[in-house]
């Protein structure tokens, strides 16, 4: 009798042991496949970061990019169509070659930016905003000399001499800039930069002044019109100030 019973003690005992190692089993492998789906986790953030990282230095490289074929473009027809607006006396010549000008310095305010940016990622906002400061002045001082000549001409009754080249100028740029302010407002939303936005409107500004101005230097030629050409002048000049306060606001209040 007693060695049944201690038969069944050892049988119980030997069944509770195995119940045991079981249940041992089943935690360690519970937390095995923790610590293996937290590693798993882990290691897919890395390559998030590191693909966040790439795409912000190519989306940078492509507003570079953008910035510098603006310096090139609108430096080469804003200086040209300056230079034959001071021969011809076009003021909306002389306003569109103006905001060209200023399109191009703000590109160029742009490439300093983005290149701070690339020594120094932490300064990012602190250039930002000093490039936003320089284009707001410069477009305050366009639009007010600009509105300045315009207001002299209307007063003086001054006409503009026609200008074939001109008129090529401004067909020219209105085939061009739409293209290229599309480009910088894509690369200004996937970055964010809102001092590529800014410089995204001026270049779609400049593609609008230069439809005025091509329309200025049509009805001048074809109606004698000479009101035509200051009267857009004063339109563009109007544009780049307001301009200028939205985004001296923008600046100011954030």
């Given at each position: ?212 101005t091509l329309l200025a230097l049509f009805v001048t030629s074809a109606y004698g019109w000479w009101w035509a050409d200051p009267v857009a002048a004063l339109i563009i000049a109007v544009g780049l100030a307001a301009e200028g306060v939205r985004v001296a606001i923008r600046h100011r209040f954030g």
């Amino acid at each position: 009798m007693c060695g049944d019973e201690r038969h069944e003690d050892g049988f119980f005992g030997t069944l509770l042991l195995a119940c045991r190692e079981v249940w041992s089993a089943s935690v360690t492998m519970t937390d095995t496949r923790r610590t293996a789906s937290s590693s798993l986790e882990s290691n897919a953030e890395q390559p998030q970061a590191y693909v966040a990282a790439y795409s912000r230095v190519s989306l940078i490289a492509a507003a570079l990019r953008l910035s510098f074929f603006t310096i090139a473009w609108n430096g080469l027809i804003g200086a040209s169509a300056f230079v034959i607006a001071l021969v011809t006396g076009s003021l909306a010549l002389a306003g569109f070659g103006l905001n060209a000008l200023l399109d191009s310095s703000a590109s160029a305010v742009l490439v300093w930016r983005f290149m701070h940016e690339r020594r120094d990622p932490l300064a990012a906002d602190r250039v930002e905003r000093q490039a936003q400061a320089v284009v707001v002045v410069a477009m305050m001082a366009v639009g007010l000399y600009v509105a300045v000549e315009a207001v002299r001409a209307l007063v003086g009754g001054s006409h503009a001499d026609e200008s074939a080249v001109g008129f090529v100028l401004a067909a020219v740029s209105v085939l061009v800039l739409p293209w290229l302010g599309r480009q910088k407002l894509r690369v200004a939303a996937a970055l964010p930069s809102p001092a590529l936005r800014g410089d995204g409107v001026l270049t779609l500004a400049a593609a609008a002044l230069a439809v005025i101005t091509l329309l200025a230097l049509f009805v001048t030629s074809a109606y004698g019109w000479w009101w035509a050409d200051p009267v857009a002048a004063l339109i563009i000049a109007v544009g780049l100030a307001a301009e200028g306060v939205r985004v001296a606001i923008r600046h100011r209040f954030g």
